[in-house]
């Protein structure tokens, strides 16, 4: 498989992408579910999959990303490459999780 040289912005993407994914996905659905208390909740579980996906697709690419990391010599030498993917894949895995657990309730608890 031929790895592109990435600048050093994407180098940032699989370490800090997954966490703030997260984050915004959990405020999403925090602002779903309060308008649908509010307006009505016959669209929420739709809405919070549908962000839900598009979460993990984005954590996804991040992981993605972390593999395809290609060392330069200088980044050979400090091991920033084998940090930036192994790292990137686990917090792909654990965020990707975190998002997972979000979803349940939704899915498992009817609506009041």
Request: glycine share 8%; hydrophobic share 55%; proline share 4%.
């Amino acid at each position: 498989m031929h790895r592109v040289k990435r600048s050093n912005g994407w180098t940032i993407v699989p370490i800090l992408g997954p966490p703030v994914i997260w984050s915004v996905h959990l405020l999403a659905c925090y602002l779903l579910v309060t308008a649908t208390t509010v307006l009505g909740e016959a669209w929420l579980r739709v809405e919070v999959i549908i962000v839900t996906l598009v979460a993990l697709a984005g954590i996804g690419l991040c992981a993605a990303v972390a593999l395809d990391q290609q060392e330069s010599p200088e980044e050979e030498r400090a091991g920033l490459s084998d940090f930036v993917r192994s790292f990137g894949v686990a917090a792909s895995l654990l965020f990707g999780i975190a998002v997972l657990f979000t979803l349940m309730p939704v899915l498992v608890l009817r609506a009041l």
